[in-house]
C-alpha cells in the first residue's frame, strides 16, 4: 500500500473537462463584460479614465 496524502482522485473524462473548461470560459467572459458596463454606474464621471486604466 503506497503513502496516502489525504487527497481523493477522481477519475473524469475528456468531455467533462472540456465542458468545465468551457463553463468557465464563459462565465469569464459574461463577468468582464457585466464589469465594464457597471462601471460608469459606480465611479464618479471624473474619475472614470483612470477607473478604465487609462
Known sequence: MGSRTGLVAVEIG????????F???????????AAQAALPDIVA????HKANGH
Open 23 to 33: 463553463g468557465l470560459g464563459a462565465c469569464t467572459v459574461v463577468f468582464a463584460n
Open 45 to 48: 464621471k471624473p474619475l472614470l
Open 14 to 21: 475528456i468531455p467533462a473537462l472540456a465542458a468545465t473548461a
